[in-house]
């Protein structure tokens, strides 16, 4: 059964486009090294809510959209194997760093998920 990476972001909607070119680019080297899915939406309805939400989850600020992504491996011992290559990768490097990101990181959460059900 496959395995997931899972991604809440909050991105600024001013720097929407550069994170859009950010992902693709990433994207590209993920699939490359072997991924099978590369996934990034935004959202257009997901509302604030009383004790939990996507905008709660990551502390969405005003001027602040959240961005839901996911990768599909083969297994966890292949996402693990192509995660080792990409953070390595030159081509993903520039964008690992804090200062050229185009969202708060300190703010992304992220987790490794067991496929359950895949229909």
Same mark, same amino acid.
């Given at each position: 059964?496959?395995?997931?990476? $899972?991604? @809440?972001?909050?991105?600024?909607?001013?720097?929407? +486009?550069?994170?859009?070119?950010?992902?693709?680019?990433? !994207?590209? %080297?993920?699939?490359?090294?072997?991924?099978?899915?590369?996934?990034?939406?935004?959202?257009?309805d997901?509302?604030?809510g009383?004790?939990?939400?996507?905008p709660?989850s990551?502390?969405?600020?005003e $001027?602040? @959209?959240?961005?839901?992504?996911?990768?599909?491996? +083969?297994?966890?011992?292949?996402r693990?194997?192509?995660? !080792?290559? %990409?953070?390595?990768?030159?081509?993903?490097?520039?964008?690992?760093?804090?200062?050229?990101?185009?969202?708060?990181?300190?703010?992304?959460?992220?987790?490794?998920?067991?496929?359950?059900?895949?229909?």
């Amino acid at each position: 059964m496959a395995y997931v990476d $899972g991604f @809440v972001i909050p991105v600024p909607k001013d720097k929407l +486009e550069a994170y859009k070119k950010m992902s693709r680019e990433c !994207g590209a %080297v993920w699939r490359e090294l072997g991924a099978l899915e590369f996934r990034e939406t935004v959202a257009d309805d997901a509302p604030p809510g009383k004790l939990t939400s996507f905008p709660q989850s990551v502390m969405l600020e005003e $001027g602040e @959209v959240v961005v839901f992504s996911w990768i599909v491996y +083969e297994s966890r011992a292949r996402r693990d194997e192509i995660n !080792g290559k %990409v953070m390595k990768d030159a081509r993903v490097a520039a964008f690992m760093d804090p200062l050229n990101m185009p969202f708060d990181a300190k703010r992304m959460i992220y987790g490794g998920f067991e496929m359950m059900i895949d229909l």
